[in-house]
């Protein structure tokens, strides 16, 4: 699958728990990862439905710092995109409550 960010054409995959495209610098083994150099999210084709919107969520923030160019330290890009992938879809979800009562109450 593809998709597009700032104008960047990204590829999504599936690949098997072992694949080279899953592992660290370190060597060890992850179930996400985000190649800037190839535009390519690599995610293990292992994954049940809940924990693979996480971690789509969590390779997508890495894809669109790098398509932004918004350069963090590992660390703190590591935080952002997990607080992100733990929350965002709350925040989003409640942004949407709150304007719609807003919406209702200006129609009203």
């Known amino acids: 699958m593809f998709i597009t960010i700032n104008g960047l054409k990204w590829k999504i995959t599936l690949e098997k728990y072992y694949s080279d495209n899953l592992k660290r610098n370190d060597g060890s083994l992850t179930i996400g990862m985000t190649d800037k150099r190839t535009k390519t999210i690599y995610l293990c084709d292992k994954l049940n439905d809940a924990l693979i919107y996480n971690v789509l969520v969590h390779e997508l923030v890495h894809a669109f710092c790098f398509s932004f160019k918004i ?15 733990s929350y965002g879809k709350e925040i989003f979800d409640l942004t949407d409550e709150v304007l719609g009562g807003m919406i209702r109450k200006r129609i009203s």
Not at 76 to 82: K, P
């Open 71 to 85: 350069y963090l330290n590992i660390k703190e890009e590591e935080f952002l995109a997990e607080f992100i992938a």
